[in-house]
């Protein structure tokens, strides 16, 4: 339940820092905005490119739902 809260207050707080950035105003705190993973909500570890954390891609790899990514094998 505590992880689902945490996942929405960011999810203002970005949504928020992106509206005043599109309107030209500069945020107080800038650093304060970090990314999640939309699936777990784990911060660390987290791939901008695909959304997720390390844990949730390697999941996700590992189901096939992520299309053109396959595990290597050497």
């Known amino acids: 339940m505590a992880r689902t809260s945490i996942k929405h207050k960011q999810k203002k707080k970005l949504d928020k820092f992106l509206r005043d950035k599109a309107a030209g105003r500069r945020p107080k705190f800038p650093t304060r905005i970090y ?3 939309t699936l777990c909500g784990r911060r660390h570890g ?3 490119f695909f959304g997720v954390c390390r ?3 390697r999941e996700a790899a590992s189901n096939g739902d992520i299309p053109g990514i396959t595990k290597s094998s050497w």
Do not use: H
Request: proline residues 0%; positive net charge.
């Open 35 to 37: 990314n999640r993973c």
């Open 46 to 48: 987290y791939m901008r």
């Open 55 to 57: 844990i949730c891609f």
